[in-house]
């Protein structure tokens, strides 16, 4: 499966997803990194595995149109046959979401719908789930659909919150966990385990 990730930050989840190729354990083709932000450590860990980098951002465009055309064009340039985000900060165009349907991937880092939304990212969702005192929190893997973190979920896996967690304690628990579960669910993808149901994902393997 030809993968393009996109990444805006740091790129832990795409290094350790490198990193599980580089093993033979996960069968996926990374064939194009595309990040908005240039000083992203995720262009240097696609430098280091030899993957072709994109910047690109909606900025660099006059219109919605033009950016969706120009990232279809890099996208089927590179014959990527789904994108995997991967701390992806933007949101991508509908015209993109309409054509990769059930072919793009995120994560996240919390129980879905739990936390989800515009403006739940980093620091901003262990603070809600704190605030909000629940017991369990964890990470969601779901294709993407129009609205963020919306779209059908393929795996979650849960961790339980301490007394004394803080956002970061439970941040650096959560990543773990997103670091051991992604692999997986875009390796159960590449073998064709997954079949869509309305919004059911199915796992046959
Ligand atoms: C992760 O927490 C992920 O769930 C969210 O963005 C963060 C990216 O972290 N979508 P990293 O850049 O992979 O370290």
Redo the contacts with the bound molecule.
Sequence with gaps: MRCAVF?S??????KTLLERKSSGELHADFVLMVGNNSKAA?FQHAQDHNIPTLHCAPSHFQSEGEYSEYLLSQLQKYSAEMIVL??YMKKLPGKIVARYHGRII????SLLPAFGGKGM?GSNVHKAALEYGVKLTG?TVHFVDDEYDHGPIIVQQCLAVQDNDTPETLAQRV?AL?HATYWRALEAICCGKLVLEGRRVKDYG
């Design positions: 990444a930050g740091t790129g832990s989840n795409f995720a991967a701390g995120n994560i996240h880092p990212y990470v990543l997103e």
